[in-house]
């Protein structure tokens, strides 16, 4: 994969057609890095959130070698890239030949469940082993998260109870999950889930070997900026110290979104201008369908091609490529006001679910993608200093 220096560097040389998506790889170490060194437990990458395999390479190279994965096509690619990988089959219903293949090809011990059924389906495919480690996932609100995933997904706690109990004497190791929902903006809501295990734990009189807080760890938008990651690593640590336990249960941990969303950005190409929206060559069936219905605002930032652009502001909405209305996207974007056809801008914060949710509607499809050197236009892991930097500098590359 060729790389370049800087997002003015790869316009300048390549004077793309096509949206471009760019990794970075320095991004990814950083990030890889916070939680290896301060989460007080075991990190697993989600994978649903980037699965490029240069993307799992370097989250691998940089410490976290346990991957959270959600299908069986997962893990085929994960074992593909790094073999000796430990893969955790987390999603809570699977069909009984993804359980099979997974235990006895792919040698997954780590199964997830919400149900009786789920339960039995996962003893009958592995043909009843005495080897699996089984995570109970428990429903918890997420009221303080962005993207609501409680509806789908865990166990009441009155269930909680009855399954915890019917499930401790036949694994091997039990632990129990939850999910907070995607990019949470406060981390009261992880010592929640973790009392709702204490209340779980007092009523069964049964203990995790394992606790798994799940995901939700945010990154940063121009809209939302959450509280540092240092307290969410405390929230966690106090909440779990209150339970006094005579054993310390493992904790681990499923991060996607802080992992690699600021590592990964598109470069897109203005079509056309009427008034305030542009008309740009990627969009929601693309790499931006976080920016169309959720309406996550992204940063965004004008490539410096040379020309003269506007210091003065205006707010502007994207419409993509494909017939559909629906390829639409509010914003508001806050771009130099004299933007044309032929300009370039940069999209940051789409290493999470950019290039997962692609597809070739109207034949629009751009399969671009490089590694670059430059930092990403928002960080969770700057300083302060750089963060005013960027709130009154970040809009012209």
């Not at 999910?179 to 069964?204: L, R």
């Not at 600021?262 to 190409?269: A, D, L, N, R, W």
């Not at 652009?309 to 909405?317: C, D, G, Q, V, W």
């Not at 930092?375 to 300083?383: A, D, E, L, R, T």
Request: include cysteine; proline fraction near 6%; aromatic fraction near 12%.
């Amino acid at each position: 994969m060729k790389k370049f220096s800087s997002v003015s560097d790869l316009v300048r040389e390549l004077q793309p057609t096509n949206p471009v998506y760019c990794i970075r790889p320095e991004s990814i170490k950083l990030a890889c890095n916070f939680f290896v060194n301060n989460f007080p437990g075991r990190p697993l990458y989600a994978v649903k959130t980037n699965p490029h395999k240069n993307v799992i390479k370097h989250i691998y190279q940089n410490g976290i070698t346990n991957f959270d994965v959600a299908s069986l096509e997962e893990i085929k690619l994960v074992k593909s890239i790094v073999k000796d990988a430990k893969l955790y089959f987390m999603h809570t219903v699977k069909n009984r030949k993804s359980i099979e293949e997974a235990y006895f090809n792919y040698g997954v011990r780590d199964f997830s469940f919400d149900t009786k059924d789920e339960l039995i389906k996962i003893f009958e495919a592995t043909k009843d082993a005495k080897d699996l480690t089984l995570y109970l996932r428990i429903f918890v609100s997420n009221e303080h998260s962005e993207i609501d995933l409680s509806k789908k997904f865990g166990a009441s706690p009155a269930e909680a109870i009855g399954l915890i109990k019917l499930v401790r004497p036949l694994v091997k190791k039990l632990g129990v999950s939850f999910h907070v929902g995607s990019q949470c903006m406060h981390p009261i809501s992880y010592s929640k889930g973790i009392k709702e295990i204490g209340n779980i734990i007092t009523k069964s009189g049964i203990a995790p070997d394992i606790i798994n807080v799940g995901g939700g760890f945010p990154s940063k938008y121009p809209d939302l900026y959450p509280q540092p990651l240092e307290n969410y690593m405390e929230e966690i640590k106090k909440a779990v110290s209150k339970l006094n336990l005579p054993k310390q249960p493992e904790l681990i941990c499923e991060p996607g979104r802080a992992i690699v969303a600021e590592s990964g950005s598109t470069i897109v190409k203005v079509e056309l201008r009427k008034k305030q929206s542009l008309y740009i060559n990627d969009g929601t069936y693309g790499s931006l369908f976080d920016a169309g219905f959720p309406n996550f605002i992204f940063p965004t930032k004008v490539i410096d091609t040379g020309k003269d652009l506007s210091r003065r502001l205006t707010p502007f909405n994207f419409y993509g490529p494909t017939c559909d209305s629906m390829d639409f996207m509010k914003g508001p974007y806050m771009l130099p006001n004299n933007l044309k056809e032929g300009d370039y801008i940069e999209i940051g914060q789409l290493g999470s679910y950019g290039l997962t949710f692609r597809t070739k509607f109207n034949g629009f499809y751009s399969d671009d993608i490089f590694e670059i050197e430059d930092k990403p236009i928002m960080s969770v892991y700057q300083n302060e200093q750089q963060d005013e930097e960027y709130k009154s500098n970040y809009l012209v590359a």
